[in-house]
């Protein structure tokens, strides 16, 4: 049985704040390092996040959180897909789709009509899963995150 077929996307709550913040530092200790700004969104979530009109969602598998992924605010219609991660333990299995589809379903549920994503181009496997649905390079600004050196957006239809 393919396992994203029994994955289920989960919204927030409050006793599963831990799972963002182990998720990306997982990932960012691999291959950068925790920004000041990392640090703040994922000790905060509630605060950061949700609070300011976003959300977050987790991948869960056989009871156990594997995966998770942010809707940022920028305003009413744009949103950056954001603190998107998969467990190394199941990396490569298919949870990224998941998330990625889960992310534009909700999107359109919520009338969002374009998700943006700063990333970095050493991380080929996401930049090609990005391209696969339809992300596409656009200019990124600077300051934002000392790590990435690529944004990209994607028009919700």
Do not use: C
Request: proline share 3%; charged share 30%.
């Amino acid at each position: 049985m393919n396992i994203q077929n029994t994955v289920e996307i989960i919204p927030f709550s409050p006793d599963l704040k831990e799972y963002i913040k182990t998720l990306n530092t997982e990932w960012l200790t691999k291959y950068f390092r925790v920004e000041e700004k990392d640090e703040l969104v994922l000790s905060n979530p509630q605060k950061e996040i949700i609070d300011k009109g976003g959300m977050i969602f987790y991948a869960k598998h056989n009871g156990e959180i594997i995966g998770t992924f942010s809707l940022m605010k920028i305003d009413t219609e744009t949103f950056e897909l954001s603190k998107m991660a998969v467990s190394e333990k199941v990396q490569g299995l298919g949870i990224g789709n998941k998330l990625i589809l889960s992310a534009f379903s909700i999107a359109k549920e919520n009338n969002i009509k374009k998700l943006i994503l700063y990333s970095n181009r050493i991380l080929s496997p996401a930049i090609h899963l990005y391209k696969k649905f339809g992300f596409v390079e656009v200019v990124l600004e600077k300051g934002l995150y000392e790590r990435a050196d690529i944004k990209m957006e994607k028009i919700i239809r």
